[in-house]
């Protein structure tokens, strides 16, 4: 026997998830792991049977219920499952998933659809930090169509503007969790190494491209072919969760926080040609940046690692305001350079007490839901009695 739960695929950003209700999945953890495990096909690296796409960015998962806050609509708690592991990792946040949420909840009928942009008050209960969507409504549901193009993603759609509001101390509570905009770390197996350590919607980890032997104009794959640079950025990133207290040894960063923190590789505007062969001019981007996603390159950018990054960019010191372009307008969106193309970014950051202060970073992103079904978890994979596991059904 198999247990069947409702499910909607969304493509949100670069990523794509299962979006469910909150009263469709158990509130015993334990037993929800199982079931989302289950359902995307981990681990397994091809994940041949569940509805994972053997990317990290293809095995997330939204989930979605009544607000529990008087300034949000709806409740949002983003769940990373790991292709390769046993493990479903609930420390941060996804942006690109993020974007799906406020399409979501219209088209569910747990906000009121109101024609053109319904704005959509999303608490992600991983951060606790809000995230206000406008998204394009017709005829009483999300709208689809639209010019608006991202980089990674075929195609055109309507513009989802997202706006993360004080995104700063997502994770650490800190927006600098060290309290410094640079540090110098010892990183076992390299040595000495600068970082700029930055929590904005989600705890990022910055290196010098040129520090780890890298240009910065990579492509994804390349660095994954890169086992010495996989190497350092892992245990750049493993360093990192144990000083922001999310592991208590580095060693244990790779099993036990996989997701959080991100680790990013910067460095100034280049010329560089995309993964689809774009041809991207160095004076059509602000920085160069690639980042990792469970231990592997993003093969566009994480959009809460933009987030962090964006900030960054504003805050003096950091080796992102380092790498910045320097002549760039402020009033104009700081553009990202990575491997799928460029992503603007609106960073408002003002200096409060003496201590630099994220009021807001503003992205635009598409998505599209792709569809409306069942997903079926064999009964064996499950722990828990078949009384327990019919609760979930609903």
Known sequence: ?????????????????????????????????????????????????????????TSKVAIIGP?????????????QVSVTQALVDYKGNCGNISSGVGPFAIDEGLVEAVEPVTVVRIHNTNTGKIIHAEVPVRDGKADIYGDTAIPGVPGTGAEIRLG?????GSVTGKLLPTGNPLDKWDIPGFGPLEVSFVDAANPVVFVRATDIGMVGTESAEAIDANERWLEILETVRSVAAEKAGLVDDYR??????????????VAPPADYTTAVGEKISADDVDLLARIMSMQRAHRAYALTGGIATASAACIPGTLVEEVTRKDR???????????????????????????????????????????VGTVFV?????????????????
């Open 1 to 57: 026997m198999q247990v069947g739960i409702p499910v909607v695929i969304i493509r949100g950003g670069t990523s794509k998830g299962l979006f469910f209700h909150e009263k469709d999945l158990p509130a015993d953890q334990t037993l929800r792991d199982e079931i989302l495990l289950a359902a995307m096909g981990s681990p397994d690296p091809r994940q041949i049977d569940g509805m994972g796409g053997s990317y990290s960015t």
């Open 67 to 79: 607000s529990s806050r008087p300034d949000a609509d709806v409740d949002y708690t983003f769940a």
């Open 164 to 168: 993360f509001v004080e995104p700063g």
């Open 252 to 265: 244990k960063g790779t099993d036990e926080s996989p997701a959080v923190p991100k680790v990013a590789v």
């Open 329 to 371: 307008d402020p009033q104009k969106p700081i553009r990202l350079g990575h491997p799928g193309g460029s992503m603007p970014l609106y960073a408002v950051v003002d200096t409060v007490d003496g201590q630099p202060f994220v009021r807001s970073v503003k992205s635009i992103r598409t998505s599209r839901r792709l569809m």
């Open 378 to 394: 064999p009964e064996r994979k499950l722990s828990r009695s078949l009384t327990e596991r019919n609760t979930v059904a609903g």
